[in-house]
Nanobody, 115 residues
Framework: QVQVVESGGDLVQPGGSLRLSCVVSGTIFSIGSMAWYRQIGGQERELVAA???????NYADSAKGRFTISRDNAKNTVYLQMNNLKPEDTALYYC?????????WGQGTHVTISS
C-alpha cells in the first residue's frame, strides 16, 4: 500500500512563511506527478501547485510569485514553500502523489493565516 503524509501546517501571521512537506512511502518504485491542493472553507479542493516527474511545474494564479513547489526524488518527498502568506491562504492542504498510474492522497495539514 502507498501512504502519503503531509506535515508543516501551522498558525502563521499574514506576510509570514511556511514550508509544507509530503512524504510518500509504501509499496512504490517511483513517483510520477506530485501536487498540492487545498480546501478552503468547505469548498471543493483546488489545485495550488503541481510538479511533474522531470520537474515541470504549474501554479494556480493565487500561488504564482509566492509559492514554490519542489521535489526530492531520493526521499520521495514534495515540498511547498509558501511566502508572503495571506488570510485567504487559510485552508486544509492536501498532497497528491501519482504512483504507477494511481493517485494517492494524504490526510491533509491545516494552515491558518491570522493576526
Amino acid at each position: 500500500q502507498v501512504q502519503v503524509v503531509e506535515s508543516g501546517g501551522d498558525l502563521v501571521q499574514p506576510g509570514g512563511s511556511l514550508r509544507l512537506s509530503c512524504v510518500v512511502s509504501g509499496t512504490i518504485f517511483s513517483i510520477g506527478s506530485m501536487a498540492w491542493y487545498r480546501q478552503i472553507g468547505g469548498q471543493e479542493r483546488e489545485l495550488v501547485a503541481a510538479i511533474g516527474l522531470l520537474g515541470d511545474t504549474n501554479y494556480a494564479d493565487s500561488a504564482k510569485g509566492r509559492f514554490t513547489i519542489s521535489r526530492d526524488n531520493a526521499k520521495n518527498t514534495v515540498y511547498l514553500q509558501m511566502n508572503n502568506l495571506k488570510p485567504e491562504d487559510t485552508a486544509l492542504y492536501y498532497c497528491e502523489a501519482g504512483v504507477r498510474g494511481y493517485y494517492y492522497w494524504g490526510q491533509g495539514t491545516h494552515v491558518t493565516i491570522s493576526s
